[in-house]
């Protein structure tokens, strides 16, 4: 169990670039979930898989981001046109949903901090 | 939909002295609680859980947690704080009566111990 790790830990862009962040979960989780973290803040839902099926999106997440799971394995979260008020810290989990639908506690990465200039 | 609240943005405590952090949920319907853990420079860690089954629970490092359902909470404690549980805290929530599986996050509270 190598736990769940994220690329770049840092990225720096300027407004109006694209920029995408990669997650790999832990080897055999089949849920993966994308969170973002501003200061001050808990984290904050984007979007959830089961395997490489999209099953949430947030509400609050804009047309311009968008993420993908296509072997059920690792997973990218993609932003367009960044804006300034994207800079946070983007962060990746991964679960396994069980017997009984029980989901296992979430295992988090170390993030990705993203800052827009 | 779920959400969580923690009362306090910030709590000050001397070392080796009690501690509670407060977390209140908004739905009556069964869920699933959680209290993560946030070090300097660090990611999430699980601290503990609460599934089903006994309403206090334990968990890593001298924590606990007793869950209430009829006031809705779901209060972190410790009966003595060391310097290294300086930290941030999270409590979250999940829907499983409705497998809604995701987690909702509070703002967290940041837990600060004074010498």
């Known amino acids: 169990d190598t736990g769940v790790s994220q690329d770049p830990r840092h990225k720096i862009t300027k407004r109006g670039q694209n920029v995408t962040f990669r997650c790999d979960p832990i080897s055999e989780h089949n849920r993966l979930y994308w969170y973002r973290q501003t200061l001050g803040q808990g984290p904050e839902f984007l979007t959830y898989f089961q395997n490489e099926a999209q099953l949430e999106k947030s509400r609050l997440l804009s047309d311009r981001f968008s993420a993908e799971r296509p072997k059920g394995s690792f997973s990218t979260l993609e932003i367009q046109r960044t804006e300034q008020g994207d800079s946070a810290m983007y962060l990746c989990?991964?679960?396994?949903?069980?017997?009984?639908?029980?989901?296992?506690?979430?295992?988090f990465g170390n993030g990705t901090r993203l800052t827009v200039t | 939909a779920q959400s969580v609240t923690q009362l306090d943005s910030q709590v000050p405590v001397f070392e080796e002295a009690p501690v509670e952090l407060r977390c209140n949920y908004s739905s009556s319907v069964s869920v699933y609680l959680f209290w993560y853990v946030q070090y300097p420079n660090q990611g999430l860690q699980l601290l503990l859980k609460y599934l089903s089954g006994s309403t206090l629970v334990k968990g890593i490092n001298g924590f606990e947690a007793e869950f209430n359902k009829s006031q809705t909470s779901f209060h972190l404690r410790k009966p003595s704080v060391h310097i290294s549980d300086t930290a941030e805290y999270f409590c979250?929530?999940?829907?499983?009566?409705?497998?809604?599986?995701?987690?909702?996050f509070g703002k967290g509270t940041r837990l600060h111990i004074l010498p």
């Open positions: 989990a991964s679960s396994i949903l069980g017997q009984g639908a029980r989901n296992s506690p979430l295992h």
């Open positions: 979250a929530v999940s829907d499983w009566v409705n497998r809604d599986d995701k987690i909702i």
